[in-house]
């Protein structure tokens, strides 16, 4: 497949992509049985996983979908990803982040800290995709469908230069 200039071949079928969203829904299911969870997606990338995935939710819960976007002025504690459309309060609530890909995971520590700070009871993270060999930051990733080697993926929600994710499969560059 191609996107833009590069080319891209079959690495995820939608078979194994839906495969692992079920055992990952059905350890939610589980996990949280006794909660009323509150779902947070991250858009863009995450948008067919956290569909996929909230259809094989079996609990009584809600979903929120926010943006990330870096503030212009760096604070002292560093750059701190703005949360946009962050509605719910989720002070005592039992967060579920849902994200496609953690690679070195900066972005999942910088919203993990965001949520914790706010006072939730509990954070935890689902990612269909994580990079273990570019994970540089201690992030706790609770539910993972796939740990895939250090290489670029599109399709299935994800994007090379916003193009490329329209795919009901994922796909690696070509080395
Ligand atoms: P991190 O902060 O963990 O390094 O990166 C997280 C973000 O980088 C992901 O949410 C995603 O937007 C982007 N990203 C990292 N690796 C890939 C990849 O292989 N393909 C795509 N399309 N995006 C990626």
């Given amino acids: 497949m191609k996107v833009k200039d590069k080319n891209f071949v079959s690495y995820l079928s939608e078979e194994e992509i839906q495969k692992a969203?079920?055992?990952?829904?059905?350890?939610?299911?589980?996990d949280y049985k006794e909660t009323k969870p509150l779902f947070i997606a991250?858009?863009?990338?995450?948008?067919?996983?956290?569909?996929?995935?909230?259809?094989?939710?079996?609990?009584?819960c809600e979903i929120s979908f926010i943006k990330?976007?870096?503030?212009?002025e760096m604070s002292s504690t560093?750059?701190?990803l703005e949360l946009i459309g962050l509605n719910e309060n989720v002070f005592h609530r039992?967060?579920?982040?849902?994200?496609?890909?953690v690679d070195t995971g900066n972005t999942m520590k910088n919203v993990l800290e965001q949520f914790k700070d706010r006072g939730v009871k509990s954070v935890e993270v689902v990612s269909l995709?994580?990079?273990?060999e570019a994970?540089?930051?201690?992030v706790e990733v609770k539910y993972v469908g796939f740990e895939i080697p250090n290489k670029f993926v599109v399709g299935y929600g994800l994007d090379y230069d916003g193009f490329g994710r329209n795919t009901k499969a994922i796909y690696q560059l070509k080395s």
């Fill in 21 to 30: 969203t079920k055992r990952l829904a059905s350890q939610l299911n589980k």
């Fill in 42 to 60: 991250i858009l863009n990338g995450s948008f067919m996983f956290a569909s996929d995935l909230f259809k094989e939710i079996k609990l009584e």
């Fill in 68 to 72: 990330l976007s870096s503030y212009d």
């Fill in 78 to 80: 560093g750059n701190v």
């Fill in 94 to 101: 039992d967060v579920v982040i849902i994200e496609d890909i």
């Fill in 129 to 132: 995709l994580i990079k273990p």
């Fill in 135 to 138: 994970l540089a930051n201690d």
